[in-house]
């Protein structure tokens, strides 16, 4: 059964950096895009960004172009997210993705789903 972990997820004053961490399991990781999209209370889940299979190509939403820095590492299972620069309005649950071949900015189609870490930001 394929698995996503998510890690590094905390409360952080404003302006703040934290590094997120996505670890995978029974995965043919480079075949796959992988991608972060969060989660805010009473809100839709949204694209943040995401990387394809052999890391040359990423991909952002205009809210966080700029401050978040998405990478992975093939070798070891494991996708980033660097978050700086951090704003209050980023709080939500950050959820990794896994999607085969390509990526896209619809939730609805991504194949697999970590069970999300929260990033709480104070102002």
């Known amino acids: 059964q394929v698995q996503l972990v998510e890690s590094g997820g905390g409360l952080v004053q404003a302006g703040g950096s934290l590094r997120l961490s996505c670890t995978t399991s029974r995965l043919t990781f480079i075949s796959y895009a992988m991608g972060w999209f969060r989660q805010a209370p009473g809100k839709e889940r949204e694209f943040v960004a995401a990387?394809?299979?052999?890391?040359?190509?990423?991909y952002y939403a205009d809210s966080v172009k700029g401050r978040f820095a998405i990478s992975r590492n093939n070798a070891k299972n494991t996708v980033y997210l660097q978050i700086n620069a951090l704003k209050p309005e980023d709080t939500a649950v950050y959820y990794c993705?896994?999607?085969?071949?390509?990526?896209?900015?619809?939730?609805?189609?991504?194949?697999?789903w970590g069970q999300g870490t929260q990033v709480t930001v104070s102002s």
């Open positions: 990387i394809n299979g052999n890391g040359g190509n990423t």
């Open positions: 993705a896994a999607r085969q071949l390509y990526y896209s900015r619809s939730s609805s189609s991504w194949n697999y």
